[in-house]
């Protein structure tokens, strides 16, 4: 059974701190995987991956993968209020449906 | 991205009745799915709707309680049927664009579900 486990669950910080979330994964047929923001309901897409090695970044956010490791990670650096938020990993394993993690709650404090 | 609308945002419903959600796409899209977030846990998928034909649905989801149309490659509709507490939850409509790479895919605002 394909399974994403993200770390930590939680998390809280100070603003300007500099953050790392986990994400691992065991799929049988990897073929991309995918980073949101969940603030209130919806999730908001962020990043997909899909490559080793290559750095996907968008403003203070960057993430990157492994495949041969079977993780990622999202790094946001100067934290600020606003990305308080869950933050969930999700995998494509061939042609079927997300795999999601549980996410990172994380909470920036000012 | 795709511009993605659902109706309702939010409902309270009474025990045994049930809801409707439509979930509205600005585009065509080759698959629309629909997930349930209930309350501090992560995204469960309940099915793949299917244009013109019966929805795909996960384990632990049947037809009968979760009844999905989609008529169009733009619309489609989630019913959650005989509503208990259990069924309080976010309800999340998502699409994978046409002619856009498969792997991407997006959600639309939510429809927040109270059950009395």
């Known amino acids: 059974e394909d399974k994403v486990v993200q770390s930590p669950l939680s998390l809280v910080v100070h603003e300007g701190d500099t953050v790392t979330l986990n994400c691992s994964y065991e799929?049988?047929?990897?073929?991309?995987l995918l980073w949101y923001k969940q603030e209130k309901k919806a999730p908001t897409f962020l990043f997909m991956l899909?490559?080793?090695?290559i750095e996907k970044k968008s403003g203070r956010l960057s993430s990157i993968l492994d495949k041969k490791e079977l993780f990622s990670i999202l790094n946001i650096t100067a934290t600020q209020t606003g990305d308080s938020a869950v933050y969930l990993c999700?995998?494509?394993?061939?042609?079927?449906?997300?795999?999601f993690g549980k996410g990172t709650r994380l909470s920036v404090i000012a | 991205s795709a511009v993605i609308s659902q109706k309702p945002s939010r409902d309270i419903c009474q025990r045994g009745t049930s809801l409707t959600i439509q979930c509205q796409v600005d585009?065509?899209?080759?698959?629309m799915f629909w997930y349930r977030q209930q309350p501090g846990q992560s995204l469960t998928l309940i099915a793949t709707?299917?244009?013109?034909?019966?929805?795909?649905?996960e384990s632990g989801f049947v037809i009968d309680k979760f009844p999905i149309s989609r008529p169009n490659l733009t619309f489609s509709t989630l019913t959650v049927s005989n509503m208990s507490p259990e069924d309080s939850s976010i309800y999340l409509c998502?699409?994978?664009?046409?002619?856009?790479?498969?792997?991407?895919?997006?959600f639309g605002p939510g429809t927040r579900l109270t059950v009395l």
């Open positions: 799929v049988t047929n990897f073929r991309s």
């Open positions: 999700a995998v494509r394993s061939g042609n079927t449906p997300l795999v």
């Open positions: 585009s065509q899209v080759t698959m």
């Open positions: 709707a299917n244009q013109g034909s019966e929805a795909t649905y």
């Open positions: 899909t490559s080793s090695g």
């Open positions: 998502s699409v994978v664009p046409s002619g856009r790479f498969y792997n991407e895919q997006f």
